[in-house]
């Protein structure tokens, strides 16, 4: 069974770095065809989103906010971690971590999400 | 960036009717190497994280039940359900990652009459 779990800061000051950590089981970033992704939720709002690593290390960024994000991943913990420089109001918004099979090509599993706001 | 529409923006049925979303995408998302739609369907309850229901635009996903169904090819789709029960009570995304982008659909928000 695959999880995934968000962790990270719930308020960050405008012009701050967020730095958002998913912890996930149930399948290795090792593996050919895995991959993990960020996608984020304003409140109310629709789905974006932000970036996704692949078991190759080959990392792709949403052009919106290529220049503000980082995303990278550390095997041996089995973690992914994404990092978004110059924070924004704009930014306030659940941040999902998820599970991108090649095999499916569509994001099957969803962590439960963490909210981070803006605010100063 | 290839951008997703859907319609209706919400629709209320009542219980055991028919529903179908429709999802246009700004240009196909077809896949002549794969031969596949790159287009999936999820589904969001209030609180909760979204769920993949359909993949390759009509594969259901594990334990999705066969109520729902996902066709279309190029740039049309729609999600179906065939009868609608209370807990489907949702908003549904349709999203394309035919594109080096992924994006999603605005939503459908699906109540109960």
């Known amino acids: 069974q695959i999880t995934l779990k968000e962790s990270g800061p719930t308020l960050v000051t405008p012009t701050q770095t967020l730095t958002l950590t998913c912890t996930f089981s149930?399948?290795?970033?090792?593996?050919?065809?895995?991959?993990v992704g960020w996608i984020r939720q304003p409140p109310g709002k629709a789905l974006e989103w932000l970036s996704h690593?692949?078991?190759?290390?080959?990392?792709r960024y949403s052009p919106s906010l290529k220049n503000r994000l980082t995303i990278t991943k550390d095997t041996s913990k089995n973690q992914v971690f994404l990092t978004m420089t110059d924070m924004d109001p704009l930014d306030t918004a659940t941040y999902y971590c998820?599970?991108?099979?090649?095999?499916?090509?569509?994001?099957?599993?969803w962590g439960r999400g963490t909210m981070v706001t803006v605010s100063s | 960036d290839i951008v997703m529409s859907q319609s209706p923006d919400s629709l209320s049925v009542s219980l055991g009717e028919r529903v179908s979303i429709n999802c246009k995408s700004s240009?196909?998302?077809?896949?002549?190497?794969?031969?596949?739609?790159?287009l999936g369907w999820y589904q969001q309850k209030p609180g909760q994280p979204p769920k993949l229901l359909i993949y390759?635009?009509?594969t259901r996903e594990f334990g999705v039940p066969d109520r729902f169904s996902g066709s279309g090819s190029g740039t049309d789709f729609t999600l179906t359900i065939s009868s609608l029960q209370a807990e489907d009570v949702a908003v549904y995304y349709c999203?394309?990652?035919?594109?080096?982008?992924?994006?999603f659909g605005q939503g459908t928000k699906v109540e109960i009459k």
């Open positions: 149930g399948f290795s970033l090792t593996s050919s065809g895995e991959a």
């Open positions: 390759w635009a009509s």
């Open positions: 999203q394309q990652y035919y594109g080096a982008v992924p994006t």
């Open positions: 240009q196909s998302v077809f896949s002549t190497s794969t031969s596949r739609n790159d």
């Open positions: 998820v599970h991108r099979p090649t095999i499916k090509g569509a994001f099957d599993v």
């Open positions: 690593i692949y078991w190759s290390d080959d990392k």
